[in-house]
């Protein structure tokens, strides 16, 4: 079903991966698209991620309890969050709508809603790669949730409850099962959890490459400028970049964390920060990962990655402009240098990229209330590579008019008044 705008080119503000998949979705539609980002696509946020690609990646970030965890974050193993205090007078209130998420019937609705993003994620990576050649980018792995200390009772934890009653395939195993299937892990670790039914992306920098040739193939045009300002005239959407001004009816704001300056430029305030994740890459790694590993102590997950061994993690809180706090680097070679006695970090590489967060864990997805023309994909958190194809899927289906099959209030900007 075509729009009765179709003949006019839509706009995508941020080539990351979901800015890809929006594009994508719509071309197979017969639009026009063009999509503008300052970066190389798919090489800013979306290529730092552990390339975990997870149907049951659905469990929101704010949990019951999890007020209880924060000293321990902040200061206990890897400290995994660390909050700069130049975010502090913005950290508040969001703080309070993330400790409001955390009641079960909140986190329930939340994986709920994620479950519609993250579930069909594998199967639509295999679409949009079918027929580039880089199939092989997308193989299928365990996620392994490992534990240094052995409970018989993990799986009665409210995060794998949920994914069990949604359908997910778990095992609890041992330390002897679990050094069989990653022999590379530390003894340290004396039980994991098994998330099976995954996939993961060898390099998730490649991908976004791949995608954009299949986005120019298809006849969408990738355009590198700075994007300076928004705003409506006589009807249409005009966007001010480095050296010129392009105007369209139809605009998706898909630029991750930066979405939020562009649009309070015409006074939309959304609650959404830059979590800030760190990587480290080891190119000569001399150990081989069988699966996605995620160290639930340090909060990092290491994948086996076409240049190397990725561990990435870290959750800082940070201002957009703030350069990557070498301290990150120092915390990640050591967790993993415990987590894996073998690897060899001499030669690494050291990445900071910045997350869009909403407080509750998901994506602002559809249209602006009140700016007819304009629409959000935007937010997505720790979950942009889960979420990316099918949130992309649903943004093209509204653009272009047709009513998606899940619910979209979750999704609404709305959602905070």
């Not at 991908?207 to 193939?217: E, H, I, S, T």
């Not at 990725?310 to 990640?332: C, N, T």
Request: net charge positive; proline share 7%.
């Amino acid at each position: 079903m075509q729009s009765p705008d179709a003949h006019d080119e839509i706009i995508i503000l941020g080539c990351g991966l979901v800015g890809l998949c929006t594009a994508l979705s719509l071309l197979e539609r017969g639009e026009k698209v063009r999509l503008i980002d300052r970066d190389e696509p798919g090489q800013a946020t979306s290529m730092g991620n552990a390339g975990v690609v997870s149907p049951w990646s659905i469990i929101p970030q704010p949990l019951p309890g999890i007020w209880k965890a924060i000293p321990r974050l902040l200061f206990g193993y890897g400290r995994p969050l660390s909050i700069d205090p130049r975010v502090v007078p913005a950290m508040v209130p969001w703080a309070f709508r993330f400790l409001r998420q955390s009641s079960e019937r909140r986190t329930r609705l939340a994986a709920d809603a994620m479950s519609h993003l993250c579930g069909p994620s594998i199967e639509l990576y295999e679409r949009h790669l079918r027929g580039t050649g880089h199939e092989n980018l997308l193989c299928d792995s365990y996620y392994v949730h490992a534990f240094r200390k052995a409970d018989a009772s993990k799986l009665q934890a409210i995060d794998y409850r949920i994914r069990e009653e949604k359908g997910a395939d778990l095992e609890l195993v041992g330390q002897e099962r679990l050094l069989k299937i990653e022999p590379a892990l530390s003894p340290d670790f004396k039980a994991a959890v098994l998330i099976k039914g995954q996939s993961r992306i060898r390099s998730p920098g490649q991908l976004g490459k791949v995608l954009a040739d299949k986005v120019r193939a298809l006849g969408g045009a990738i355009e590198r400028v700075e994007i300076r300002s928004l705003r409506k005239d006589n009807g249409r959407w005009c966007i001010t970049c480095q050296n010129k001004q392009i105007t369209a009816q139809r605009v998706v704001v898909a630029m991750g964390v930066w979405s939020k300056k562009l649009l309070e430029s015409f006074g939309i305030s959304v609650p959404l920060l830059s979590e800030r994740g760190y990587h480290i890459e080891c190119r000569d790694p001399q150990v081989e990962l069988n699966h996605s590993v995620m160290d639930v102590d340090a909060k990092v997950v290491a994948s086996s990655m076409n240049g190397g061994v990725r561990i990435a993690g870290q959750a800082e809180f940070a201002p957009i402009e703030k350069p990557a706090d070498e301290r990150r680097r120092v915390v990640l070679l050591r967790v993993a240098r415990a987590a894996f006695p073998g690897l060899r970090t001499e030669e690494h590489s050291f990445w900071m990229g910045q997350r869009p967060s909403f407080p509750d864990s998901l994506p602002a997805l559809g249209k602006i209330p009140g700016h007819p023309g304009l629409f959000a994909n935007f937010g997505h958190s720790h979950y942009g590579l889960m979420m990316a194809p099918k949130s992309g899927a649903v943004a093209a289906q509204i653009v272009c008019g047709e009513v998606p099959n899940i619910p979209l209030e979750p999704y609404s900007l709305g959602r905070f008044g």
